[in-house]
């Protein structure tokens, strides 16, 4: 399959447009302070840097090296990040300019405090800019968390209680995050002895890297992998080849017993429906029937769906835990929840969720394509069930 060119081409005019636009504002906002020359070479820099970096990752993908890839990918992004951040605050910068201009000729009517507020905002927003986005930047490459979440079944089998998952999505295998990254997660996940592994999708960029990441993740417990919609980004014969010979059972609209101390767990794993609009509801409301058609009454069911939205569809299917990805969490959070849920721009995007018995945890994921975290930490939470009534409601 031919390499998609798409994100290359797509930096390369976020990188040279941007700027050109950043420095527009810069030009409205203080004439006096633009002609400095330390700004004006610092300008055509910035622009000249990204454009290079865009095109060391062009060549990189085109020749092959990929230390040559992950050098330009990296510096293209941070680029295109604080380009973006400085677009969005240079309109606030250059009003608030407007407004001391009006204001700056000392007048007994106009509070000095205010003249000096209005000029400090000035410089301030592009400060704040390049600070979140340099900010982002180094949050998105921190070591991955490893959360605990107890979840509680009043009527869970005596021999579940207990039971860990290991719940492992989007890692992303390529620029950002690779098999030496996996292998430190997995060893310090091996302290909390999960008594499976659950993927959901989403597990490389990079597709050569995968066989070895199923061959370490099956190393840390038995359990099951379903499908990301980046599987079929990068390739999807190739990479439902590598799922379907790999040691952790691939579950696509399909099914399997799993089981733990003598009791069964039944376990189905959902299809990707590949697009990004909202419009997903009857595809999934398909993938989870044919995902639980063999599921039996009355045993624990859990379904592995990339999709958090699975959630909608198998509450009404009785499903007791939906485990899922997909989202990253938005990659901006605020006290430990998401933004862009906050904002109503996306349910479920991050955290455990209840729609009647129903409970959902959709993980940040342990990587990302763009590298920019705010808030939002990568993880890999550790799921236990629990049997008895829950300590702390989920709202």
């Known amino acids: 399959m031919a390499f998609n060119f798409l994100p290359i081409l797509t930096s390369l005019l976020i990188i040279s447009v941007l700027p050109f636009i950043a420095g527009w504002f810069l030009k409205r906002s203080n004439k006096r302070r633009w002609k400095h020359p330390f700004l004006s070479w610092a300008s055509w820099l910035w622009i000249l840097g990204g454009i290079t970096f865009a095109l060391i990752w062009l060549i990189g993908r085109t020749i092959g090296p990929f230390d040559m890839q992950r050098i330009g990918m990296t510096g293209a992004a941070l680029t295109s990040i604080a380009s973006a951040f400085l677009l969005i605050t240079l309109p606030i910068s250059h009003l608030l300019n407007s407004l001391w201009k009006r204001v ?103 597709l050569s890297q995968l066989p070895e990441a199923l061959e370490m993740m099956a190393s840390l417990a038995p359990g099951f992998t379903s499908i990301g919609n980046h599987e079929y980004y990068r390739g999807s014969e190739k990479a439902i080849d590598i799922l379907s010979n790999s040691p952790l059972p691939f579950l696509r609209d399909s099914g399997q017993l799993f089981d733990h101390n003598g009791q069964q767990i039944f376990v189905g794993g959902a299809d990707d429906p590949r697009i990004l609009k909202h419009s997903i509801d009857q595809f999934m409301k398909e993938t989870i029937t044919k995902a639980l058609k063999d599921a039996p009454q009355d045993m624990f069911t859990l379904l592995l769906s990339h999709r958090p939205r699975a959630l909608n569809m198998a509450s009404i299917l009785n499903v007791d835990l939906v485990l899922a990805g997909h989202t990253h969490g938005g990659q901006i959070g605020f006290q430990g929840k998401p933004v862009l849920e906050t904002l109503g721009q996306e349910p479920y995007s991050w955290g455990h969720y209840r729609m009647g018995d129903t409970h959902l945890y959709t993980t940040s994921g342990m990587g990302h394509w763009f590298p920019f975290r705010i808030g939002c930490p990568t993880e890999a939470p550790v799921i236990e069930l629990c049997r008895g009534e829950p300590k702390i409601p989920v709202v």
């Open 104 to 206: 700056h000729v000392p007048n007994p009517g106009v509070d000095p405090g205010k003249r000096k507020f209005l000029r400090l905002g000035v410089a301030a927003f592009p400060g704040v800019a390049l600070g979140a986005s340099t900010a982002g930047f180094a949050n998105s490459h921190q070591s991955v968390r490893i959360p605990r979440l107890y979840i509680y079944y009043p009527d869970l089998a005596p021999e579940l209680d207990g039971f860990k998952i290991a719940h492992l999505s989007d890692l992303h295998l390529g620029y950002f995050f690779n098999l030496d990254d996996l292998g430190k997660v997995l060893h310090d996940l091996k302290t909390e002895k999960p008594d499976m592994v659950a993927v959901t999708g989403d597990i490389a960029d990079d």
